[in-house]
């Protein structure tokens, strides 16, 4: 068999880039991208929790790795209001970071969800408990 060198000249070529859907970085935190997914399609925030690794929800509450000792992050801003993760909408949510180190929030708690949001969000009111 001999091969026959051969030459193709190209009129166009595309290049698609996709970003990857899960990342774990060197601190073993998990980021799940969530803009232009299907996951942006759920009703509300705990069904996309139930699509997170190490994130299980029940009737009960929220536990991350086993432990309801957690905290919601926001922007990357430590948040402590229920009222307002309740009010967020999936489809507003660029990434989701599940952290399991507490190096970068309060020390008192062992893991932080953590919501990233996309530019076109629209701006939400911040509640404080007492």
Known sequence: ??????????NEVSIKAKKP?????S???????IENTKLAEVESLNDLLKFLP?????????QVFGSSDYTYMI??????SQLEISVLRPE?????EVITSNAKFDATKKYAISLYFTLAQKSFCCFTEN
């Open 92 to 96: 507003d949510i660029k990434e989701i």
């Open 21 to 25: 859907t899960i990342k774990i970085n």
């Open 1 to 10: 068999m001999n091969l026959i060198p051969d030459a193709f000249i190209l």
């Open 27 to 33: 601190e073993n935190n998990i980021s799940i991208n």
């Open 54 to 62: 190490g994130v299980i929800v029940t009737p009960k509450g929220i």
């Open 75 to 80: 922007n990357g801003k430590e948040n402590i």
